[in-house]
């Protein structure tokens, strides 16, 4: 597989700072053994160069000269195809290397194969200890296959009679399993040995990407029996081969084109749910989206017998603001408040505008005591805002929370605060619209009893607000003692 590194990351670097040499015992140890005796088996054979005739030399040299056409021509389009890659990287090189284990002698197979390697190094830009174990792979497997022909003694040329021909079929098919084989199984051994939690199936490549391979076999045996009688059949086969080649660029293009535009569809119908379930103003959750989650916690609460705290949360004299200072200060407002839910309120919870300025929050997992706690942080928050807006004359203004001291500045007005009913399941009824109906009778109590104040269902109150700054003392003391 391609090493996904940035471009220039991966090179021909010191020996001592090679990966190699992190690698588990096992996979270095099996790495060596399969490197010395590939390159064992390769010299032995490159011993027997000098006996090769003029026939082989000019067959070995059309297979070198479409081998170079081949990679140079198409160097750019296989890149491509290995950086879309997922897995294993399956290119049409086989053709070159099958042909050549077929109707070379062993030593000119190996220099054509090591020429492919070299020639295609640039393209795999992979680390050198791995483009290595890769050579080695595919050379021993293009050795193994020339041995199977070589030795079964079947010859190559047609020679009209049905038992010795079909014989020779079987042969090529058996050499291209053999060479298939063993780089597939080679490659796959080694890399389950350097992450053993992977499975092999993994690293064998798709049904697709073994057919293609398998094909390009087929072809290299055509070419390779071809060969044997006419030495010019590389050059009439390297056209067609960067024509599929080319094909098969244009293929994983348009693949890697659709998957862009189904992953952008993807993103947009995430977006669009988003949109559906989200209230724009204020980044909270909406009434249809606050309805559909709000549920869901509810029932999962319930399935674990975890209470469940609502929050019915209601700004004080809203309309005041709006009327006041126009609706973009009244937005602003409201933004501010959506921002301060989110921060206050945990991961698992649920927040969302109920319509105007009414809020919803479900507490997951959260009882009586704990809820009231976290609704009265979220009331002093309230109070406590300063929004920086426009009125409608569009003067800047900053609109301040009345839990706020009074300033000498006339541009500071104290206009916002919150009052809030808590209600709990199972305590205050058996789903959610029933802790919402007890919610919105406690904020109702809170309203009725001189707002910015928190207030739990059935008219009990758990949390004792501090009296408002703009409240004068008698007001402040008949609050104490009515809620008291």
Known sequence: MTDRKAPGAVGWTPIGKWDLWSLRPAALTYFLVVESVVAAAALWLLTSVDSVGDADWLRFAAVMFAITVHLMIVRRAEESRRDESSGPHI????????AAAIALPGALAVLATIWMRILIQPIARRQPHRFVFSTASILGGTMLGGAVVHLSGASLIATGHVVPDLCLVLVLIGAAVVNWGAQGMNIAVALKIVTPHTRIKEFLGSRTDNMLELSTLGAGAMLGMLMTTHWVGPLLLVFPVILVNSLLYRAAERRAHLERLLREQEQLHARLTEDAHTDYRTGLLNTNGLAE???????RCRHDNQPVTVLAIDLDHFKRINDTWGH??????????????????RPGDVAGRDGGEEFVVVLADTGLAQGTAIAERVREAIGEMSVVTTDKYRNTVTLRGRNLPLTGDDQEVRAISAS???????EHGECLSDAQHYADAALYAAKENGRNQVRVAAGEVRLLPAPRLDQSVEDALDEVTRSA
Not at 293 to 299: F, G, I, K, Q
Not at 328 to 345: F, M
Not at 420 to 426: F, K, M, R, T
């Open 91 to 98: 290119d049409l090189t086989s053709v070159w290397t099958f």
């Open 293 to 299: 989650y709000a549920h869901r916690l509810t029932e």
């Open 328 to 345: 973009p200060a009244g937005n602003a407002v409201l933004a501010e408040v959506g921002r301060i839910l989110r921060e206050k309120l």
């Open 420 to 426: 809030i009913g808590v209600a709990v399941l199972p």
